[in-house]
């Protein structure tokens, strides 16, 4: 139902999982606040043909196909300003993994070579879209206008960042690591001497407890917050796990896997790191489309 | 908005004779001076540099020529820089375009390539002042007193000088009597009598220095004693343990003077005696049978340590800049990599701090700053990635592969420049297809520097630092091996070859061994890409 005054926005989702969307939905109650201030014209829960002019875009998930990037030049055209929508929009996520591998394996892996798939083939025609080379986010393809990571971002982010848009206000921008918004004691990460702080490096279910008060690295847990961005009000910390890192690399730099690699080599010890953890997953898990590091892999050698 | 100037220097024609050094002149018509000399230390062209820079009120200097090493290396090139900061511009608004080692020597007889690649090294030194931060001054009022370490006949006679200006002299020994040469006792005698004799004298036998923290004029010294740890204040070091490697390996680990082979400690200037710190000086390590030779050995160490120290204030150099509290998140990161405890968090305002009187600029903090809220003043990191651009586009336009030398401000810079003088080409040279990036030290080394090389087209990246135990900032190395360690796992992870990535420890005086690390990198390169 479309009242005057209302700011209409159009909603969509690319390549993801459609967390992003049910975040938005878990405002619950305070989603009737939202609602107050728009009309949503177009969206995935909504059965709308064509995109219609909007003054917002809403755009979940990463760009992975062509009807992904047919879609996304679409929202570009019709809506004033453009938000990418949680960790696929903003940095490639998860979905963005795929680029560490060539397209054609990706394809083999996924529809022949599973261990429960007899005669399979990879499916192909007019109708179904293409996959590109490489997953790309938003803002590598089209301008972006503001932007909510999160894997999926909090309904609280969510709410901030249209409500500041909506009246005209600046959204909350971060700059700071997690760290700065982490409540947890330090001890040992704040004693000048050149030791690691812990002897190993222990993935959490290895320990019999974690001191729900105590840093993560000093409890040789590896946390990836040093080298993300806040914001997510350290959601996981406090439900006792470690930073994954799904708000992306810290403003400066350059990627997020290079930079945790750079700060972790005097804390934690190395030999841990690289044997018992999958650095590239530690690293890399949600910004592999906007790192550095996966355009080497294009020219990696033979043997 | 900064005003640059760009000068070029012919260099007598050694350059001009392979670079097209007029032409290049006109592509920077877009700074307020570009101006071509015959040779940087004539004094009539460094008078016309020094109007040029007046007249048009330049903030900014880019020397186009021989290699800041060799700036600082002579007289005539320390004198021009001193002029240019006195008049006004800041040291980190000076740069240096190696243009005459590694264009027109690299190029001898290819003009074409040489002035293209003397443009990119032009255009990076033009990004090195566009984007350095000044540098901070921190004024040290230097105390009248001094550390004589070690007590070999120069650091006696030292002694006796320091007491004659009237300096409180604090001297430490590791034995328990005199280390000086018997043969020099005698002599000595008188010395020795007013120093046993002075109220301002204090020897310390059976004793070490255990920390030392400050700069040039003030420093904070812990001498362990067999009574016990004692702190003293002193202006200046002189380090006079004679030739005891072990004792001298001690004090290198207290004051980072450099060390050559033997481990005996190497000038780091153009007067013999000179460390990267202006408040510490060596003597020589062979005493002489000869007092009188002794005795002018230490005078002109002594001389200028006195002189530097008979001053009201001393302005000492901040390389790093101040933490940016908008965006340090206090994870102390940074308090667990500096080796110098110069780095803590200030728990009231959860911000990082870093103290000056420890810090040494090494960047190691800065690296590992996960959030980037510090950056070295000379080496930023917009800087960096922005000559690795520059370069990646700038390299060799032939199918060789291109090669990123990454070199520490210290022995990799020394090795690379024998590599470049006259007796390094006629030992085979470097390579042309490598463009050499001087970072501050191994431990500056951010594997995003090496990322960005290989996705801006570099196939190759060599890193050449000191060898272990010569780094002046004890752990450059060991931190550049854990990180590299990591990268190198991710990148094995996804099979791509590791062995693009060469990181060499190089003695400072082993052209050599660059020589034959580039020239191995670039074979496996051309192997690898004739197998694609």
């Known amino acids: ?303 | 908005m900064m005003k640059a100037g760009l000068f070029l220097s012919r260099d007598d024609g050694v350059i001009s004779r392979t670079v097209d050094v007029d032409a290049l002149a006109t592509q920077y018509g877009h700074l307020a001076v570009t101006r071509v000399c015959d040779s940087f230390f004539h004094a009539p062209d460094q008078r016309a540099i020094l109007d040029a820079v007046a007249l048009a009120g330049l903030d900014a200097v880019v020397l186009a020529g021989p290699s800041e090493h060799t700036f600082r290396q002579g007289l005539g090139g320390t004198h021009l820089v001193d002029a240019l900061e006195s008049a006004g511009v800041n040291a980190n608004r000076i740069s240096f375009a190696d243009v005459r080692g590694n264009a027109a020597l690299a190029h001898r007889g290819d003009k074409v390539r040489a002035t293209a690649k003397a443009k990119s090294l032009i255009d990076v030194a033009i990004s090195k002042v566009e984007h350095s931060h000044p540098v901070e001054m921190l004024q040290v009022a230097p105390r009248r007193a001094v550390l004589i370490a070690g007590t070999a006949a120069g650091g006696l006679i030292a002694a006796g000088e320091f007491v004659a200006k009237g300096y409180r002299v604090h001297i430490v020994e590791e034995g328990n009597g005199l280390r000086a040469a018997p043969a020099l006792l005698e002599a000595l005698q008188p010395t020795l009598a007013i120093l046993e004799s002075s109220e301002l004298v204090t020897f310390s036998f059976g004793s070490t220095v255990r920390d030392v923290a400050g700069t040039h004029g003030d420093y904070t010294i812990v001498i362990a004693t067999p009574g016990g740890d004692r702190t003293i204040h002193v202006g200046g070091v002189v380090i006079a343990a004679g030739n005891d490697p072990e004792s001298l390996r001690q004090l290198r680990h207290q004051f980072h003077f450099g060390a050559d082979r033997d481990g005996m400690p190497r000038s780091d200037g153009p007067i013999p005696g000179t460390t990267s710190d202006p408040g510490i000086w060596f003597l020589p390590t062979a005493e002489d049978a000869d007092f009188g030779a002794t005795v002018q050995g230490v005078s002109t160490g002594v001389l200028h340590l006195g002189t530097s120290l008979d001053v009201n204030e001393i302005l000492h150099p901040m390389t790093v800049t101040d933490v940016d509290a908008s965006v340090c998140g206090a994870c102390g990161t940074c308090v667990k990599t500096c080796a110098f405890g110069a780095s803590r968090i200030d728990l009231a305002s959860r911000v990082a701090i870093i103290d000056a009187e420890r810090c040494r600029g090494c960047g190691n903090c800065v690296t590992a700053c996960p959030t980037g809220a510090r950056d070295l003043a000379a080496f930023p990191r917009a800087y960096v990635t922005d000559a690795i651009g520059i370069m990646a586009g700038g390299v060799a336009g032939d199918d060789s592969p291109k090669i990123l030398a990454i070199l520490c401000r210290n022995c990799g810079e020394r090795a690379w420049q024998i590599g470049n003088s006259a007796q390094g080409r006629a030992n085979g040279g470097l390579p042309p297809n490598v463009m050499p990036l001087l970072l501050e030290c191994g431990g500056s080394v951010d594997t995003q520097y090496v990322l960005y090389a290989f996705a801006k087209g570099f196939d190759g990246v060599a890193v050449f630092v000191c060898q272990d135990e010569h780094c002046h900032n004890v752990v450059g190395n060991t931190d550049l091996q854990r990180r590299l360690g990591l990268f190198r796992s991710v990148l094995r992870s996804r099979h791509i070859d590791d062995d693009r990535l060469r990181v060499v420890q190089v003695y400072c005086d082993d052209a050599q061994a660059i020589h034959d690390e580039l020239k191995s990198l670039t074979e496996a390169l051309t192997a690898a890409s004739a197998q694609a």
């Open chain 1, 1 to 303: 139902m479309r009242m005057a005054g209302k700011t209409t926005v159009a909603t969509a989702w690319l390549q993801s999982c459609s967390g992003c969307h049910i975040s938005l939905l878990d405002l619950h109650q305070e989603l009737l606040d939202v609602l107050e201030l728009i009309d949503i014209t177009y969206s995935p829960v909504a059965d709308v043909k064509k995109v219609p002019r909007a003054t917002v875009g809403i755009i979940e998930g990463a760009v992975g196909n062509e009807e992904n990037l047919e879609l996304l030049h679409e929202f570009r055209r019709q809506c004033d300003l453009l938000i990418a929508f949680g960790t696929c929009a903003a940095f490639g996520g998860v979905t963005g993994l795929r680029n560490l591998v060539p397209l054609d394996e990706v394809l083999a892996r996924g529809y022949v070579e599973t261990e429960s798939t007899v005669g399979g083939h990879v499916p192909a025609g007019p109708d179904i879209p293409r996959l590109l080379p490489d997953v790309k986010a938003l803002h590598q393809v089209v301008k972006i206008d503001a932007t909510i990571p999160g894997c999926p971002p909090l309904p609280s982010m969510i709410k901030a960042t249209l409500v500041a848009l909506l009246t005209g206000k600046t959204p909350p921008h971060h700059t700071h690591n997690l760290c700065h918004e982490c409540t947890r004691k330090k001890d040992k990460m704040l004693v000048a001497t050149r030791d690691f702080v812990v002897d190993a490096v222990m993935s959490p279910h290895e320990l019999p407890f974690i001191d729900p008060e105590v840093c993560f690295l000093e409890q040789g847990v590896l946390c990836m917050g040093p080298a993300t961005c806040e914001g997510c009000d350290t959601r996981c910390v406090q439900g006792n796990m470690p930073c994954r890192g799904c708000m992306g690399p810290p403003p400066s730099a350059l990627e997020q896997g290079a930079k945790v690699i750079n700060a972790l080599s005097s804390i934690l010890p190395a030999g841990g790191l690289m044997f018992h953890e999958d650095v590239v997953g530690t690293g890399y898990r949600y910004s592999v489309p906007v790192s550095l590091f996966p355009r080497l892999a294009s020219t990696r050698s033979t043997s």
